[in-house]
C-alpha cells in the first residue's frame, strides 16, 4: 500500500472486521486517474458478527471513496474464486477486467478479476479525509461499531517493500 488507510469494526470491545482501503493499485488497475478508490483485504470475524457485516463494511469503504470526491469503489479477486465474485456481484459490483499473472509480494504471480461499482453522483462530497473524519464518530448496526477511520494511514514511501506499511500515522 503506497497511501491508504485502515478501519476497524469493533464488536463487545474486540476487533471482529478490517479492511484497507487505497488510493491507488497500480500492481492491478495499472496507472489510472485519481478516480477511485480500492477496497482490499475485508475480512470478518465470522464466529463474532452477524450475516452481513462484510456487506455492511464495504458499504462504509464505498462511503468514505464518496466522501473523498471519488467516483468509483474498485477491488479485485483471485480469478479462480468462484464465491468470493459471486459475493461482490451481489454486492453490486460488476466485473471490468482480469489481471494476469499479478506479481505477488511472496510466491508466484497470479491472475484477479477486476470489479468495480461508481459511488452515485450525490454521495460525492469531496470533503477531505480530516473533515470526513470528524463525522459521527461511530457507527452501530446489530452490536458492531464501524470505528470511523482511518486508524492508520500510509503515504508513499511509507512501505517495508512487500507492499505492506513499516510504518504509518496512528489516527485513534
Do not use: I
Not at 38 to 43: E, S, V
Not at 49 to 70: F, I, K, Y
Not at 84 to 109: F, M, T
Amino acid at each position: 500500500m503506497a497511501r491508504g488507510e485502515v478501519w476497524l469494526a469493533e464488536a463487545a470491545d474486540r476487533v471482529v472486521g478490517a479492511f484497507e482501503l487505497w488510493w491507488e493499485d497500480e500492481d492491478a488497475w495499472g496507472p489510472q486517474p485519481p478516480t477511485a478508490g480500492y477496497a482490499h483485504r475485508l475480512m470478518v470475524d465470522h464466529g463474532s458478527v452477524q450475516p452481513g457485516t462484510g456487506r455492511h463494511l464495504l458499504r462504509v469503504a464505498e462511503r468514505r471513496v464518496a466522501e473523498a470526491g471519488r467516483e468509483m469503489v474498485r477491488l479485485d479477486c483471485l480469478a479462480g474464486n468462484t464465491r468470493l465474485k459471486a459475493y461482490h456481484l451481489n454486492a453490486g459490483y460488476r466485473v471490468v477486467g482480469s489481471e494476469e499473472g499479478k506479481p505477488q509480494p511472496s510466491g508466484s504471480p497470479k491472475s484477479f478479476t477486476l470489479l468495480g461499482k461508481a459511488v452515485p453522483p450525490s454521495a460525492r462530497s469531496g470533503r477531505s479525509p480530516s473533515a470526513a473524519r470528524a463525522l459521527a464518530l461511530d457507527e452501530r448496526v446489530a452490536g458492531l461499531q464501524v470505528l470511523r477511520g482511518p486508524f492508520l494511514t500510509v503515504e508513499a514511501g511509507q512501505e517495508r517493500g512487500d507492499g505492506h506499511p513499516r510504518d504509518g500515522r496512528l489516527v485513534r
